[in-house]
């Protein structure tokens, strides 16, 4: 009894002098600002401004692929949602984009049993002739499987990858397949194939095909590459599992226009003591056409527009600054977030933290970070601030997102509150991606707990050091 009484008393004493070691190097938040993080949370709860901005948008602006007309209309969209938010600094800053238009695509076999499919071109495709292109088809799995074939194999055929993405919460099955819509095209093409065809990037088994960006390389041909959806896919590799030859026909009127001028739009809650310190929310503004971009990603710019709104609304204004920028063309190059980094002359290091919402309308599952090991601390008060929403701890290797690629890389620390990427993939880049697949209970779980991270973050009372760890790769 005594000797453990002791053991306890001394287990006490350490307990404590831990405690006071990492609060010297990482100040605990003040209870001012712990229970505005209360206050945000049980507002953003019952907040209906993300619901409603995702319905704006959809509604009066719909498709807004780079350079397009929906394009320019988001960004005036933008500017004056940011005004009638009450937000300070508001303003656009205008970008190059390239302007590619999609046109119209078929899809059919032609052998062994005639059908058509419905497709979509990849994102960036050249189109074909008029009358298209015909061609025996060559299966493989993925790049590895094709790079493995031998040589002369693949001259004039038309390539169909057929691995199918698996379904992860965090996306990293997407991570995993997407190297065939983006690579896949030019690899081909520098084995002599005439063009391509892949298995949607997609986790879903209606018939939507999904497009997205493929990357050309630029020593070899150009070629056409659709996509079709996974049930059409299941059926064309049930045409080869017969042993006979397949041949299909692409028809696709997709082409390059001239560059196009669109804007990153951007707004501010000016911060107090730590104002030239900015707290950076990315998001983009523009989707891909074939839906409206409610997920893709009209859910990011909502929740962050409100969470500004919201933490503009609180008695205090924040010690840093709290900058939203709804950046150009993400979908078809990170035009906007590029030049975003490449006008920033020396001001990288103002920005000391960031969050980004590209990856659909919630719930938040997860709290990861990368930030200088000193500031786990801090990361482990902001998790226990997110008790009430039920959060798992991530680890300390959070990407951010596409947009923040730049900025991570030259060492901003990042903050990532993680979207349920569960169900994404089942109507990303696709007709689908419309406000019927937002949950709005799911999106305000989603602004309470990006509020109170971002808040927190702005409030932090030590300094955010640059993080350490190197980025991880792109998914
Ligand atoms: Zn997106």
Redesign the pocket.
């Known amino acids: 009894m005594r000797i453990s009484k002791t053991l306890t008393l001394a287990a006490g004493l350490l307990t404590v002098l831990a405690c006071a070691s990492a609060a010297e190097k990482s100040p605990a938040y003040s209870k001012v600002d712990l229970a505005a993080a209360d206050k945000l949370r049980e507002r953003a709860l019952a907040d209906p401004s993300a619901y409603q901005l995702i319905t704006s948008l959809t509604t009066e602006v719909g498709p807004r692929p780079a350079g397009s007309a929906g394009d320019k209309a988001a960004v005036s969209w933008a500017l004056r949602e940011m005004q009638r938010l009450g937000f300070a600094n508001v303003r656009s800053v205008e970008v190059a984009v390239p302007h590619w238009v999609r046109g119209e695509a078929e899809f059919a076999v032609i052998t062994p049993w005639p059908q058509s499919m419905p497709t979509l071109a990849l994102g960036g495709s050249v189109g074909t002739p008029a009358e298209g292109i015909e061609g025996e088809v060559l299966m493989v799995k993925d790049l590895e499987a094709l790079k493995a074939l031998p040589a002369g194999a693949v001259k004039d055929r038309i390539v169909f990858f057929s691995n199918r993405m698996e379904r992860t919460r965090d996306g990293s099955g997407y991570g995993r397949a997407v190297t065939v819509r983006v690579a896949g095209p030019s690899a081909a093409a520098g084995l002599g194939a005439q063009g391509v065809v892949i298995r949607s990037i997609s986790t879903s088994d209606e018939r939507f095909a999904h497009t997205g960006a493929l990357r050309y390389a630029a020593d070899v041909s150009r070629i056409p590459a659709v996509a079709i959806s996974n049930p059409d896919a299941d059926a064309l590799v049930r045409q080869f599992e017969t042993g006979k030859s397949v041949r299909v026909r692409i028809r696709s009127s997709s082409r390059d226009l001239a560059p196009a001028r669109s804007a990153n739009v951007i707004g501010e809650i000016p911060g107090t003591d730590r104002s030239s310190e900015i707290v950076i929310l990315g998001a983009?503004l523009d989707s891909w056409d074939p839906g409206v971009g409610a997920i893709?990603?009209g859910a990011?710019v909502a929740i962050m527009m409100t969470v500004a709104k919201l933490i503009g609304e609180l008695d205090q204004n924040p010690r840093r600054t709290i900058r939203v920028v709804l950046f150009a063309n993400?979908?078809f190059g990170t035009s906007g977030s590029m030049a975003y980094v490449e006008a920033l002359q020396g001001e990288a290091d103002r920005h000391v933290l960031g969050f980004e919402a590209?990856f659909g309308a919630g719930p938040v599952w997860r709290l990861s970070s990368r930030v200088n090991p000193a500031q786990l601390p801090a990361i482990d008060q902001i998790f226990r601030a997110l008790g009430p929403l039920k959060l798992v701890r991530g680890e300390n290797e959070a990407g951010g997102g596409a947009d923040l690629e730049g900025l991570a890389k030259l060492g901003m620390p990042i903050l990532e509150p993680g979207l349920d990427g569960t169900r994404y993939f089942d109507v990303h880049h696709t007709a689908n991606d419309t406000l019927a697949k937002v949950d709005p209970a799911a999106l305000r779980q989603a602004v309470a707990a990006f509020a109170v991270s971002v808040w927190l973050g702005a409030q932090f009372p030590g300094d955010w050091e640059r993080a350490k760890t190197p980025l991880p790769s792109r998914r």
Do not use: Q, S, T
């Open positions: 983009h893709d990603d990011g993400e979908e590209d």
